[in-house]
């Protein structure tokens, strides 16, 4: 029976330093990147615009569509237009 428990408390043992242990340190190291990302979220990110686009806590802008005559070229060959239809129109032969 001695036997037995040698090799029960063995078996634990090895099942301590190959499994549980290293559980263990990966939840420390996870909760200490959740407690690190939870405080910087809390104090600095929250205040970023891009981080709250990304986030979507900053609610999109809606659309304006751009009327047909703005831009200076447009203007530009709007203008154009108008003095050859002047011209043509008072033009006499």
């Known amino acids: 029976m001695a036997g037995g428990a040698a090799l029960a408390a063995a078996a634990w043992e090895l099942a301590v330093v190959f499994f549980l242990r290293p559980l263990l340190a990966l939840a420390f190291v996870l909760s200490?990147?959740?407690?690190?990302?939870?405080?910087?979220w809390s104090t600095v990110l929250v205040h970023v615009p891009l981080v709250?686009?990304?986030?979507?806590?900053?609610?999109?802008?809606?659309?304006?569509?751009?009327?047909?005559?703005?831009?200076?070229?447009?203007?530009?060959?709007?203008?154009?237009?108008?003095?050859?239809?002047?011209?043509?129109?008072?033009?006499?032969l």
């Open 32 to 40: 200490i990147i959740a407690l690190s990302w939870y405080v910087a």
């Open 52 to 92: 709250q686009e990304m986030a979507g806590l900053r609610p999109k802008k809606p659309v304006k569509p751009k009327p047909d005559n703005s831009g200076r070229i447009i203007r530009f060959y709007q203008s154009m237009a108008k003095s050859k239809n002047k011209s043509e129109g008072t033009s006499s």
